[in-house]
């Protein structure tokens, strides 16, 4: 098989295979929702414009947000990392001490206040 014939079978492929997630959208969609909370029966191309609606709010485009946060994370992971390496063990411990008097007393109010709602 050519280099041309490769793509269009891509191509061709991925258009069934949008149109087979529609499909199954829409069958989904009027089985419950007219049943559910007396909604639309819809159409397969009412099912891929809520596809669409739903990749746009839920996921937005560009290259994913997963790897955008794991990249994030990676840099300030390797900022932490070095600026540990370059402290003094009693920086350190100072350091872990504060951070500890820090959350650790956030997270005691907080457990002081759900256990004073739940008095309530």
Do not use: Y
Not at 40 to 54: F, H
Request: proline share 2%; hydrophobic share 50%.
């Amino acid at each position: 098989m050519n280099k041309v014939g490769k793509i269009a079978a891509c191509v061709l492929l991925a258009i069934t295979g949008i149109f087979v997630v529609g499909f199954v959208t829409m069958q989904l969609w009027n089985w419950l929702v007219p049943v559910l909370f007396a909604g639309p029966v819809i159409t397969i191309w009412q099912a891929l414009g809520l596809l669409l609606l739903s990749k746009l709010l839920f996921w937005g485009f560009g290259g994913g947000k997963g790897q955008h946060m794991d990249r994030k994370r990676a840099f300030w992971r390797a900022q932490w990392r070095d600026k540990f390496a370059s402290m003094s063990p009693e920086d350190r411990e100072l350091m872990k001490q504060k951070m500890k008097d820090k959350w650790c007393a956030w997270d005691e109010k907080r457990s002081a206040h759900s256990a004073r709602g739940s008095n309530d």
